[in-house]
């Protein structure tokens, strides 16, 4: 059986923050402000994960109110999202993902993040697609308030 997900995330830029995005650091002057690293690229796909597998949502399993998620490494959080989808017997076929922001720019980073979320997962690089756009200077992220995620992923049972 194959079953999909979609999963959203937003952070807000701020200064004093490294910015950390489909888990790796990019360097930029501002970073996501959030509870843990606030990688919205992976927060997107842990959602998508877990709705596929009708688990409910990254803020359920992983509370902000939690100190043990404080400043956590969002690849912790994937990881053990994987982890839990795998309980209900799913496994991770592919993953399809947007990153919306005006600056900076992601294409350099992408094959670096395809990398690291594979090697996460436990899956090939390929069945990982991410892509960058902007909103044209338009809405929050045009003003480079913040910057969201978009995802959808097919998980199959084993």
Known sequence: MF???FGFDVHRLVEG?????GGIKIEHTLGLLGHSDADVLIHAICDALLGAANMRDIGYHFPDTGAEFEGIDSKILLKRTVELIATKGYTVGNIDATVAAERPKIN???PA???????VIGIDPDCISIKATTTERLGFTGREEGISAYAVCLIASR
């Open 3 to 5: 079953r999909i997900g």
């Open 17 to 21: 923050r490294d910015l950390w995005l």
């Open 108 to 110: 350099p980073h992408i």
């Open 113 to 119: 993040m395809q990398q690291c979320l594979a090697d």
